[in-house]
């Protein structure tokens, strides 16, 4: 189910607004099919006779499975913006703080002036001392931050592979109904219809909760390992105290 990520923000958010919009559209075509199919029954339950009570408990069947699915989408369109503020964090910590503290790693370890490289005595073994403390505290906040926007990832990923399966199955579901309503049409063939809706949108839904919950399960165990980003962000070996080594005591 997994399939490669676009490599900016912009382009992650633009498929993830696209499966927002499919699934949504999806689901009103599957309330549209599906009261197409219902509809074609009612006309027709004169011709069906005893067998119309049979039709009506496979279409209750049909329908319990379609409410599933359709849980699944509302569930995911009330939680899209929480999903695309994930991508977005994930890239803002890359270019607005990993980017811009990575390049202050070399100057901070560079002299502005080479002469500095002949300075002796207690004030350069301070001098010296502040500066490389001031480096490592950039160097470990560039680690921090570059840790922080792949656990970011993880997790935006798990939610596009999860767009993915949800856009896929609710495509699937639209399909099978599409047809039984086609089918439908025939009274010789509704209770056939029926009876091959209420067969495949069940496989379908059954496989399609089950591929979902294993990624659910991927996105869940991410979310678990923020543990990860409390021993990252805790770690205050390069920043004494939480804060940033200063180089003129004050």
């Known amino acids: 189910m997994t399939k490669p990520m676009p490599t900016d923000s912009a382009a992650i958010t633009s498929v993830l607004n696209q499966d927002f919009r499919l699934v949504a559209e999806g689901v009103q075509h599957i ?67 990993k980017t811009p503290m990575s390049d202050l790693s070399t100057p901070a370890g560079t002299p502005r002036d080479l002469n500095l490289a002949y300075w002796t005595g207690a004030a350069a073994t301070i001098y010296t001392s502040k500066t490389i403390a001031q480096k490592g505290a950039i160097d470990d906040a560039t680690i921090k931050a570059d840790f922080v926007s792949q656990w970011l990832f993880s997790i935006a990923q798990a939610n596009v592979d999860y767009m993915v399966g949800l856009v896929t199955v609710v495509a699937n579901v639209v399909g099978k109904l599409t047809q039984a309503a086609i089918d439908a049409t025939t009274v010789i063939d509704i209770p056939w219809a029926v009876d091959q809706l209420s067969k495949t949108v069940g496989d379908l839904v059954a496989a399609a909760i089950n591929d979902l919950t294993t990624v659910a399960k991927r996105f869940f165990q991410a979310v678990k390992d923020a543990r990860d980003i409390q021993s990252q962000v805790g770690d205050h070996t390069k920043l004494p105290g939480g804060k940033w080594p200063q180089a003129v005591a004050h």
Do not use: C, M
């Open 31 to 97: 309330v549209d099919n599906f009261n197409a199919v219902v509809n074609h029954v009612n006309a027709n339950r004169g011709f069906l006779g005893p067998l119309i009570l049979w039709i009506k408990q496979q279409l209750e069947n049909v329908k319990a499975l379609l409410v599933k699915v359709i849980e699944l989408v509302k569930y995911a369109i009330a939680h899209a913006t929480p999903v695309l503020s994930l991508v977005v964090q994930s890239f803002d910590w890359v270019t607005k703080v």
